[in-house]
């Protein structure tokens, strides 16, 4: 069998890994890949963006399934283009992507579907949403409508910071949101307290499968202290979803949102993902939903994951999920990220990365933002590494990590030194 994955981050580096080690594999390839997918002997980089382009690459080369990866060709229709051809592709159509592409798209669906989630406005004149703000007071919540690599959201502590927010997003847009038709808009929502959990299901259009939790670190900095980031660690599982959060995620949210999906007509298949937040009486509302899996959540989640990842891609394509039961690591998986120098806003490229260790059977580095360039491996993104391990503990899995990750060098390395901290906590 012959699988293509679409994309070029650690969330891709992973679902190849996990894909790859399917007793039916033959070829895994990933377009366009990373420096660590093309280090992997058993994975094949290809050199192709263009959707056209890869769906003649899918009938050339008799793919069997296609997996895509990142929001960006979800949102771009690249399921709908596949389709057309008649390949058998993984992913949400580009009706269904807006849930992640528009978060003014998703909070109305929200709404009109009675989906626990913040009160909220949208706003594409900055005079009436500084006047908003200056009316509801901080923290506040300021979303850029449109993808921003996990990077166009900005918890507001303070008035200033809110301001500064909207400023960046509609007038300079500083943080690169892709906007959409009708130009730049914000969300602006409550801030919600608690505690914020990833929540991902596998699903086919009627059926779904949670995958196992997980909770990622947004802040660049220990403590939870500096700018939101694409994300800085995650683990797997994540206690603060306890088996009642559990039933009420897919009982208040989950389950109506794919059932309202389906009212609107457009039926959702792929990977959805909740970003929740759990108040202290374990009430869950969502903070947003994304079409595809997290990232750095997919490298812990896939470490974890027993069940063989192409036959349950097979069955989620094929609208039999209902005859899928995923078998779990009963260990903790930790992953944490290095980032390059002046990550999130500047990130230095070309620093050369050194002593990355092997692959272990408790222990293994993802790579997202690297490449290799005559013949060394050098920083090409944000986020460079996901350094990832198990553990019968979190604390086990965390001190498992930090040892693998003690002799990778790069100039400027950015990583935190407290992922799992929340947990441990607990």
């Known amino acids: 069998m012959k699988v293509l994955v679409i994309g070029s981050g650690g969330r891709e580096h992973a679902l190849a ?69 008649g390949l058998r592709v993984f992913g949400p159509t580009k009706a269904a992507a807006q ?30 949403a500084h006047a908003y703000v200056d009316g509801r007071g901080a923290p506040i919540v300021i979303k ?18 809110a301001h500064q ?22 969300v602006i929502e409550d801030f919600l307290e608690g505690e914020e ?23 660049l900095h220990d403590h939870d202290q500096g700018p939101n980031t694409g994300g800085m660690g995650a683990y797997s599982p994540a206690p603060v979803v306890t088996p009642n959060v559990h039933a009420r995620v897919m009982h208040e949210i989950i389950l109506p949102t794919l059932a309202g999906m ?47 990842l192409f036959d349950v891609l097979m069955h989620a394509t094929a609208g039999t999920l209902d005859q899928v039961e995923l078998d779990w690591d009963r260990r903790v998986a930790l992953g944490v990220v290095m980032a390059a120098h002046g990550y999130p806003l500047t990130p230095r490229k070309g620093d050369v990365i050194a002593d990355i260790p092997p692959e272990a059977g408790d222990a293994m580095i993802f790579h997202a933002g690297t490449t290799l360039q005559d013949g060394h491996l050098v920083v090409s993104g944000g986020r460079v590494l996901c350094v990832t391990a198990l553990g019968d503990s979190v604390k086990q899995a965390q001190a498992r ?26």
């Open 17 to 85: 890994w996990k894909l790859v080690q399917s007793p039916r594999m033959q070829t895994v390839y990933v377009a366009p890949g990373n420096g660590g997918t093309a280090l992997d002997k058993r994975l094949h980089n290809v050199a192709i963006t263009d959707h056209d382009a890869l769906a003649d690459f899918a009938v050339a080369e008799k793919i069997v399934l296609t997996v895509v990866g990142p929001e960006a060709p979800l949102a771009g229709g690249i399921v709908d283009t596949f389709r057309a051809r």
């Open 144 to 161: 850029a409508d449109g993808l921003a690599a996990g990077k166009g959201v900005v918890v507001a502590t303070t008035l200033d910071e």
């Open 197 to 219: 959990a990833s929540f991902i299901v596998l699903a086919d259009g009627k059926n779904v499968v949670p995958l196992a939790t997980s909770q990622d670190h947004k802040r």
């Open 99 to 128: 849930l992640e592409s528009s978060k003014a798209f998703a909070k109305e669906f929200m709404k009109r579907h009675g989906i626990p989630t913040a009160a909220y406005e949208t706003f594409s004149d900055a005079a009436a």
């Open 401 to 426: 990590a930090y040892e693998a990750l003690r002799p990778i060098q790069f100039d400027g390395a950015q990583y935190r030194s407290d992922i799992g901290f929340r947990a441990i906590k607990r």
């Open 165 to 186: 927010a909207i400023d960046w997003m509609l007038l300079d847009n500083k943080l690169g949101v892709t906007h959409n038709q009708g130009g730049a808009r914000v």
């Open 262 to 308: 389906a009212a609107d007509g457009m039926p959702f298949t792929g990977f959805l993902y909740a970003g929740l937040m759990i108040d202290a009486q374990g009430q869950p509302r969502t903070v947003e939903f994304n079409c595809r899996m997290g990232d750095p959540e997919t490298q812990p989640i896939m470490m974890r994951l027993k069940s063989d």
